[in-house]
């Protein structure tokens, strides 16, 4: 009698131990983890004055997590580097904006090839990196550069042996001249021609990448009294290619 209570006793026991443990794991949260960080190949560039290259990079991450123990996010970016598989250090990375971002690597050295991968940072210390993409600084942009210049219709000022004349700078594209002044001469088609750069040239980009509109004004001297002048502005690129950007051409004449 005493051995089928006992019986009785353990088969109700594991009953109980069966029901609630399946039970708890019914209850149990899933753990989730979806986290991606994903940088597309094709990147666009401005060759600076110098012959570095800003790199923009563009794609998107996403950091769905559940029940993952991963420590706190505390930083996202883009890590670079000339190695592959680089790792965050204290001057190797660029913060995104946006879950689906464009993000500026500035002052890359030219003719060099980089790497560069998404991570999160967490404070344990941990990081999680994703694909890594191969960056080439070894480009010519002498096809596909462009840039409009203008010179002001009226002279900021002009006196017996000098003209200064306003020049604006828009639609500038992959690279950046290293120079910027008027060409200017005697004849409309700008034979025997005489050049002035602009000493206040210092390149068209913010630290943000973004393009901006530039005025500047070019002293022309010495020049001949009262004599009519052609005036147009020109640019140089890094490899001695010179444009005047356009048709755009005034005429003043001397005191």
């Known amino acids: ?41 094709n990147t666009d560039y401005v060759i600076n004055m110098d ?38 250090n204290a001057n190797n990375t660029v913060s995104p904006l946006g879950n689906e971002f464009e993000s500026l690597i500035r002052d890359l050295t030219g ?7 998404g991570y999160f940072q967490y404070d344990n210390g941990d990081y999680y990196y994703g694909d890594e993409i191969q960056i080439s600084t070894d480009i010519d942009a002498s096809g596909v550069r462009e840039i409009t210049l203008e010179i002001e219709s009226n002279p900021f000022s002009i006196g017996a042996d000098f003209v200064t004349v306003d020049i604006t700078v828009s639609d500038l594209t992959k690279e950046i001249p290293t120079e910027l002044g008027i060409e200017y001469s ?18 068209l980009y913010n630290s943000n990448g973004e393009f901006l509109i530039i005025n500047t004004q070019v002293v022309a001297e010495p020049l001949l ?9 020109y640019v140089k690129y890094a490899d001695n290619t010179v444009t005047n950007g356009g048709t755009s051409t005034a005429s003043f004449t001397t005191n």
């Open 186 to 203: 005697v004849n409309s088609d700008f034979t025997n021609s005489s050049t002035k750069n602009s000493p206040n040239y210092e390149g």
């Open 1 to 41: 009698m005493k051995t089928k209570n006992l019986i009785k006793t353990v088969i109700c026991l594991l009953t109980l131990t069966l029901t609630f443990g399946c039970s708890s794991d019914d209850s149990s949260d899933p753990t989730v983890d979806n986290r991606s960080f994903t940088l597309n190949s």
């Open 111 to 117: 003719g060099t090839t980089y790497y560069a991968r």
């Open 225 to 233: 009294p009262a004599t009519q002048y052609y005036f147009r502005p």
């Open 51 to 88: 012959g570095t290259v800003n790199i923009i990079v563009t794609g998107d991450f996403s950091h769905e997590v559940e029940n993952l123990n991963i420590g706190q996010l505390i930083n996202q970016g883009i890590v670079f580097g000339t190695s592959s598989q680089t790792e965050v």
